[in-house]
């Protein structure tokens, strides 16, 4: 075992055209994986959750007993020299945008001002009919404005649900068809609505029109992530091929790392592509983490291969040499960067599933081409330039690291202290950590649909809403329960108890409909906006309703076997963790006030919440996986305890202390940070594998403490430099995306990356100095 390195080597050098071969044939079998089966984009609701879930149930049991359940809204509001939205102009630009949505082919159905329908007595008959029946009549007669607008005070099921008691602002409801797991839908008709409402020009005439929804949520997402993706790879990508440049000062320096990222980025969305994952808000970050795992192992082997070089090595030599020498370290880097990428199943949200999956599969498809292709190919390039040369022997990188034992030995001691105080105070940091997010954390706070979602949360309590299932808890009720009055008068109480709360704002049940038919049919008297007094009348009033020519049938609001009850809730925007705990207290308030009835939560709000109560359990959960199985690993790859509890030290102190800065500035911590809790406990963890292998490597043959710091400076400390200027930069650059948890990626990870390397570069060789045997200076 101890000569299978050399053995390898020399298999993979004497093979080597054949290795290229096969790697260029892996790589075309993957693209052709890739064009069969294309990856699709998913950001629905129900993708998040595990078949089961009792999140996902309730949402699907609301879907197959009401159908759909997601609307794109439309703000508008009054301008500055209208009275209210009661204008002409206005009026026209309502109607113009529901006529629009309603012939749209996803939008199922509309409640707008211009299609909102009153039911009333009409000469003694009960009738429906709209507010505004001819808008080509109110460009001529403004009275039917005025009309219309006196007409809406007296409509309850109105005010403060499609427009403002106030009149100042409006909304439009279009409620869009639901398509299990498909985005593209959302996309559409968010962008065929932003693209009429430009061709008509409303914001020229100063109208400042809001969008919000599921739908726009969605589309928000895929677009913003696409375009940002889209200018940040490669702006990161021009970056590193600068710094690239700058350390090797070689053509083939620059060029090859991109070439094995760009195999490693093919075969591993041909594996995705094959599995049948889609592309997700968590996983569309892959190919970023792949091209900085890729580089970073090919400037370890690049390094290698130049320094052998340097010392008189011709490039066969060096190829071969460089296998033996990383093949150990490479490959236990690999396997706990795929350790840390693994521990991220343990949650219980899909995507973060699938993205651990496939993450964990990056470091060994990395690990595979630079330990074959990659020094099979330099072992073509005879050419040393000598600029090439002159950096690895006397440049300021080179001049650095040769300086770093004897400031480490100098400062051995203070250095230390330093490391287990920022120890100390990292523990008490993550003591104080709160995971927690709501929607509008999701969107840069100087985005428009942030502003957007902060006005329907002040002047509509919120875009969002709980859907409550409501039935009957006696399970002799069968169909026509929704016309029994107790039942009712039970329904209409929790409605106003569901109302009174000052996070809510006015539901939309049957019994609204009902109370307000029978007002109609009791000659429009508002005392008898009540609920009928038997299950008979109950039958008569849904007749007379249906037969007063209402384009709302109810169908949304109660079943086909009149069973269960719909009630809409709309919900001020809340933190996820103020979020589920309001429910968790409605839930035990209904039980007690409510007894006789079923209320079961769901809808697109509360499956969004319930990502962040699996987040908060999953950060705990992956960092503590990741973390006892890469600190095995590590005894195991040195077989000392010492030596591993050495290496995985200054590799979790970043991410503690990451961590418990962002807790003690306020912020909470989301998605992106449990990502990037494993994420970077993987990867931080393989600059201290290569500095303690070629430290122990060198006190094995004899060197003490400080000759071996030297050896393992001089030989692996320029390309740990290398990658984390690499990871820190490349990390960065997702500072200026638009997605929040795309922007704490790059936060934290940068932050964690940059204190990681001056763990490796301080820390552990001070702590050696200390505690290794024979410490004195050489």
């Known amino acids: 075992m101890h000569n299978f390195p050399a053995g390898y080597a020399l298999a993979v050098i004497n093979n080597r055209i054949k290795i290229l071969l096969a790697s260029l044939l892996l790589v075309v079998i993957s693209i ?42 439309v703000g508008i509001s009054a301008r500055d020299q209208d009275l209210d939205v009661f204008e002409l102009d206005t009026l026209v630009m309502i109607d113009e945008i529901s006529t629009m949505l309603e012939d749209h082919e996803v939008v199922t159905q509309v409640r707008s001002l211009s299609k909102y329908q009153r039911t009333y007595n009409k000469n003694g008959m009960v009738a429906t009919d709209n507010l505004i029946e001819d808008f080509d009549d109110i460009k001529t007669d403004s009275d039917l404005i005025n009309s219309a607008r006196e007409i809406m005070k007296g409509e309850e099921l109105a005010l403060d649900s499609i427009i403002t008691k106030d009149f100042k602002d409006t909304r439009i ?38 969008l919000g929804g599921v739908p726009l949520v969605g589309e928000r997402f895929e677009t913003l992530s696409n375009t940002d993706f889209g200018w940040i790879v490669p702006l990161m990508s021009f970056v590193m091929f600068c710094i690239l440049g700058l ?30 994952f889609p592309i997700t808000v968590v996983n569309q970050t892959l190919t970023p983490i792949a091209m900085l795992i890729g580089m970073a192992t090919t400037v370890h082997v690049l390094s290698e291969f130049y320094g052998l070089r340097t010392v008189g090595l011709d490039s066969k030599e060096a190829s071969i040499r460089l296998i033996e020498n990383l093949l150990k370290p490479v490959f236990f880097t690999s396997f706990t960067t795929t350790i840390g990428f693994s521990a991220l199943y343990v949650t219980k949200l899909v995507p973060v599933r699938e993205f651990a999956i496939v993450a964990a599969t990056i470091p060994v498809i990395v690990f595979v081409f630079t330990m074959t292709a990659l020094p099979a190919a330099l072992s073509f390039f005879s050419t040393l330039p000598r600029r090439t040369e002159n950096a690895f022997k006397r440049d300021w990188l080179t001049k650095f690291t040769n300086a770093l034992p004897d400031f480490n030995y100098k400062y051995r001691k203070v250095i230390t202290a330093l490391g287990f105080f920022l120890l100390i105070f990292s523990f008490y940091g993550v003591s104080q950590i709160n995971v927690d997010t709501n929607i509008f954390k999701y969107f840069r706070s100087d985005l428009k649909v942030t502003d957007d979602m902060i006005y329907f949360d002040d002047r509509f309590k919120g875009m969002g809403s709980i859907e409550y299932l409501v039935t009957s808890k006696d399970k002799f009720s069968g169909e026509g329960l929704v016309k029994e009055p107790d039942f009712l008068r039970d329904v209409g109480v929790l409605e106003d108890f569901l109302e009174n709360k000052k996070e809510t704002g006015n539901a939309l049940t049957v019994a609204d409909f009902l109370k307000q038919t029978r007002q109609a049919f009791s000659g429009d008297d508002p005392e008898y906006y009540i609920l009928p007094d038997t299950k008979q009348m109950t039958a008569q009033l849904l007749l007379l309703f249906e037969n007063s020519g209402p384009e709302e049938d109810l169908s949304d609001l109660k079943d086909f076997d009149e069973i269960n009850l719909r009630i809409n809730v709309p919900t001020v925007n809340m933190d996820a963790s103020e979020f589920n705990g309001f429910v968790k207290t409605l839930k035990s308030e209904i039980d007690a006030q409510f007894p006789t009835l079923a209320v079961e939560a769901t809808g697109p709000m509360v499956m969004f919440q319930a990502q962040s109560e699996y987040t908060d359990k999953g950060i705990t959960s992956s960092f503590t996986v990741s973390l006892i199985l890469i600190s095995l690993a590590f005894f195991i790859v040195f077989r000392s305890v010492k030596f591993g509890a050495i290496a995985i030290v200054p590799s979790v102190i970043p991410i503690l202390l990451a961590g418990g800065i962002a807790a003690l500035m306020g912020k909470d911590l989301n998605l992106g940070s449990l990502i990037v809790g494993a994420m970077t406990m993987g990867i931080a963890v393989d600059d201290s594998i290569h500095i303690i292998s070629r430290y122990r490597l060198a006190r094995q043959e004899g060197s003490n403490v400080h000759q071996a710091m030297q050896r393992a400076m001089n030989e692996s400390g320029r390309a740990i430099i290398t990658t984390s200027i690499i990871l820190v930069i490349g990390f960065s650059m997702f500072l200026m995306g638009r997605l929040v948890p795309m922007i704490d990626t790059g936060r934290f990870a940068a932050i964690i990356f940059l204190l990681a390397l001056f763990g490796v570069l301080f820390f552990i060789p001070s702590i050696l100095y200390i505690t290794d045997e024979d410490q004195k200076k050489a």
């Open 32 to 73: 052709a994986v890739i064009v069969a089966k294309p990856l699709g984009y998913n950001n629905s609701n129900e993708m998040w959750f595990l078949p089961g879930d009792p999140n996902l149930v309730s949402f699907e049991k609301l879907q197959d007993l009401f159908g759909d359940s997601e609307y794109l809204v």
């Open 173 to 210: 409801m279009a409620r869009t068809e639901y398509r299990a797991n498909d985005n593209a839908h959302k996309v559409k008709v968010v962008t065929d609505l932003k693209n009429f409402m430009a061709e008509k020009g409303y914001e020229k005439n100063g109208y400042n029109i809001r």
């Open 247 to 276: 350390m090797f000062r070689s053509i083939v320096g620059m060029i090859v790392p991109w070439v094995i990222i760009a195999i490693s980025v093919v075969v591993f969305q041909g594996i995705q592509s094959g599995i049948g």
